[in-house]
């Protein structure tokens, strides 16, 4: 069973010609209301993958709560801990230009009031993966990690956006997953994804996975480094690329597959993400997944 403990967000699309620069202003002519937020987002990816999901997180009172919900729902994802907050829902202010590069801005609103205590016991145990990413409050994160250890579930932590996190906690988790911007911000200092991976998996005492876009995924275990190349596609739009592959790895996991062969899963769920638009809407089946993964060669050692 997986259980995801993170943000629930209603997304706003605008598709521009080009990304603004700073002071610049824009013009598109619509936006599209699309369900999101890196927790339910990874939570549905998981969910259309073949696991059992719960989420857990918070909505407002406001016209996007109950279609953000519904959406999770239909997608097979158990809602019944998503509590609701007198505030507004978690929103994503999404642009995307033409080629599919994004830029985003999130007003957490509801989100920011999500809590580790909403996790019941019961669904604490080695049977479980926890999912986290960082859109809720970090203390509320690492308390989430720290319950989880404790009661021996296999804990996968998204460090996106990156931010401040309790070393302990960290270590405490046993799967990080950065992009390769969240990796620099996490180690403070400029390197290849490989040194950064390496690092990651000695120092916290966990499998580190930076993922590459186009160029793949590469994961450190502690006494191996594996490269694993992305799905040769156009990309019509990332937004969501991300998530794929975090919900997919984890239902793989949970299904008692090793990280290395759950990166082959993960990374074609990424690809098949960038060929529609939006965030949930693109996440693929398992049966879409295994229908390509040919085209995909497994993780190789690369040292």
Same mark, same amino acid.
């Given at each position: 069973?997986?259980?995801?403990?993170?943000?629930?967000?209603?997304?706003?699309? @605008?598709?521009?010609?080009?990304?603004?620069?700073?002071?610049?202003?824009v013009l598109?002519?619509t936006?599209? !209301?699309?369900?999101?937020?890196?927790?339910?987002?990874?939570?549905?990816?998981?969910?259309?993958a073949?696991a059992?999901?719960?989420?857990?997180?918070?909505v407002?009172t406001?016209?996007y709560?109950?279609?953000?919900?519904?959406?999770?729902?239909?997608a097979?994802?158990?809602?019944? /801990?998503? =509590?609701?907050?007198?505030?507004?829902?978690?929103?994503?202010?999404?642009?995307? +230009? $033409?080629?599919? $590069?994004?830029?985003?801005?999130?007003?957490?609103?509801?989100?920011?009031?999500?809590?580790?205590?909403?996790?019941p $016991?019961?669904? /604490?145990?080695?049977e %479980? %993966?926890?999912?986290?990413?960082?859109?809720?409050?970090? %203390? +509320? %994160?690492?308390?989430?990690?720290?319950?989880?250890?404790?009661?021996?579930?296999?804990?996968?932590?998204? @460090?996106?956006?990156?931010?401040?996190?309790? +070393?302990a906690?960290l270590?405490?988790? &046993?799967i990080l997953?950065?992009?390769?911007?969240?990796?620099?911000?996490?180690?403070?200092?400029?390197?290849t994804? +490989?040194?950064?991976?390496?690092? !990651?998996?000695?120092?916290? #005492?966990? &499998?580190?996975?930076?993922t590459?876009g186009?160029?793949g995924?590469? @994961?450190?275990?502690?006494?191996t480094?594996f490269r694993?190349n992305?799905?040769?596609?156009?990309?019509?739009?990332?937004?969501?690329?991300?998530?794929?592959?975090?919900?997919?790895?984890?239902?793989? @996991? &949970?299904?008692?597959?090793?990280?290395?062969?759950?990166l082959?899963q #993960?990374?074609?769920?990424?690809?098949?993400?960038?060929? =529609?638009e939006?965030?949930q809407?693109?996440?693929?089946?398992m049966?879409?997944?295994n229908?390509?993964?040919?085209?995909? &060669?497994?993780?190789k050692?690369?040292?």
């Open positions: 069973m997986i259980v995801v403990f993170g943000s629930v967000n209603a997304d706003l699309f @605008l598709n521009v010609p080009y990304l603004p620069k700073r002071g610049q202003t598109c002519p936006y599209v !209301f699309r369900p999101g937020g890196k927790g339910a987002n990874q939570a549905v990816a998981a969910a259309r073949g059992e999901v719960k989420m857990i997180g918070r407002g406001d016209p709560a109950e279609p953000v919900r519904a959406a999770l729902h239909q097979g994802v158990d809602v019944n /801990l998503i =509590h609701h907050s007198e505030t507004m829902t978690g929103i994503a202010a999404v642009m995307v +230009e $033409e080629g599919g $590069e994004n830029q985003i801005v999130v007003a957490s609103g509801a989100n920011l009031q999500a809590n580790a205590e909403q996790i $016991e019961a669904l /604490l145990s080695r %479980t %993966t926890l999912v986290l990413q960082m859109e809720v409050s970090r %203390t +509320e %994160t690492e308390a989430a990690i720290w319950r989880a250890r404790q009661a021996g579930c296999r804990i996968i932590l998204n @460090l996106a956006p990156v931010g401040d996190i309790d +070393e906690a270590r405490a988790c &046993d997953v950065v992009n390769e911007g969240e990796a620099q911000g996490l180690a403070g200092v400029s390197d994804p +490989e040194n950064h991976a390496r690092r !990651f998996a000695h120092y916290y #005492a966990l &499998d580190s996975i930076i590459l186009g160029s995924a590469i @994961l450190a275990t502690k006494s480094l694993i992305a799905l040769d596609i156009d990309p019509i739009d990332t937004v969501g690329a991300g998530d794929a592959f975090v919900g997919v790895l984890a239902a793989r @996991l &949970d299904t008692g597959a090793q990280v290395p062969c759950a082959r #993960a990374s074609v769920a990424a690809g098949l993400t960038c060929l =529609h939006g965030a809407s693109g996440l693929p089946t049966a879409e997944i229908a390509v993964i040919a085209q995909l &060669d497994p993780a050692p690369i040292d």
